[in-house]
């Protein structure tokens, strides 16, 4: 079983995908993938919220 992760899914106009055998993994690649990609996303509450419905069991 293993995590993955669609960035356009959040609304977000990336072609950005990762997947992960570990879920605190894969949150480690997001945090990194959205300081350098992302930097508005950092520290929006509302975005933290939606991303663990966004990532799915593969
Ligand atoms: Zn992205």
Known sequence: ???SFVCADTG???PGSFKSEGKEE????LGVHAEHAHPEMVGN???AAAIPALIKQV
């Open 45 to 47: 509450a509302e975005m």
């Open 1 to 3: 079983m293993a995590y």
């Open 12 to 14: 977000a106009d990336c």
């Open 26 to 29: 894969l949150f480690a690649h």
